[in-house]
């Protein structure tokens, strides 16, 4: 059974700053998604970011980056410049590609600070 | 406005009481999918149906039920034999050959006394 683990149940990070979030996960999968939820105080769960595990290039949506490393079944999600908007909730999550709608696998979340 | 609605925001029950949770979306999608979220947790799916009049159990279906008969709604009741039923409950939708992105309603927040 495919897993998803975040180790930093909390980080916290200064205004304009970086912070990386950490994420693994254990598939024997070749090919899948791999994804990075949002979840803010209102509790609506955003899509922030999408990689698919066939492209080698690192997805980027503006300030949001991640840094993926296939062999290492590793998945981190880099935040520059960041704003106190980006408080929130962050869930790694996975997903096979076999076609057909399937359950997302999600980690347990980090929660993140951001101090003025 | 294209989206997923989840009412009500907050319910309240009294214990062994079954009660309906509704979830609507108007995206045009084939699969739907109801998760639970409890504290230190992350989501965990209980119920999810990939096309109208079907459904399959997700990793907790016990004390849950669910319908599809529109491709529109995926309604979740909570039985009274679901042991510890207050938690938030979240609805998301997708496309079935999409990118594996799922769409997440805003959430019911289920009280049981």
């Known amino acids: 059974a495919q897993t998803v683990t975040q180790s930093q149940p909390e980080m916290s990070v200064q205004e304009a700053e970086t912070v990386t979030l950490s994420c693994t996960y254990d598939?024997?999968?070749?090919?899948?998604?791999l994804f990075w939820y949002k979840q803010p105080p209102s509790r609506q769960m955003i899509l922030v970011i999408r990689?698919?595990?066939?492209?080698?290039q690192n997805a980027t949506e503006n300030r949001f980056s991640v840094n993926f490393q296939k062999a290492a079944k590793s998945f981190s999600l880099k935040i520059s410049d960041s704003q106190l908007g980006d408080a929130a909730m962050y869930f790694c999550?996975?997903?096979?590609?076999?076609?057909?709608?399937?359950?997302?696998?999600f980690g347990k979340g980090t929660k993140l600070t951001v101090n003025p | 406005d294209g989206g997923i609605t989840q009412s009500p925001k907050y319910l309240f029950r009294k214990e062994g009481q079954n009660v309906t949770l509704s979830c609507e979306q108007n995206?045009?999608?084939?699969?739907m999918y109801w998760y639970r979220q409890d504290p230190g947790q992350g989501l965990r799916l209980i119920y999810y149906?990939?096309?109208?009049?079907d459904f399959q159990k997700g990793d907790i279906a016990e004390g849950y039920s669910v319908s599809r008969e529109k491709k529109e709604s995926f309604p979740l009741t909570v039985t009274s034999a679901q042991k510890n039923p207050t938690a938030f409950y979240l609805c998301?939708?997708?496309?079935?050959w999409g990118k594996g992105e799922q769409y997440f309603g805003p959430g019911t927040r289920l009280t049981v006394t």
């Open positions: 995206l045009n999608h084939d699969a």
């Open positions: 149906s990939q096309i109208v009049n």
């Open positions: 999550a996975y997903s096979p590609t076999q076609g057909g709608s399937e359950k997302l696998v």
């Open positions: 990689q698919e595990a066939y492209k080698q």
């Open positions: 598939t024997s999968e070749s090919d899948y998604y």
């Open positions: 998301a939708s997708s496309l079935i």
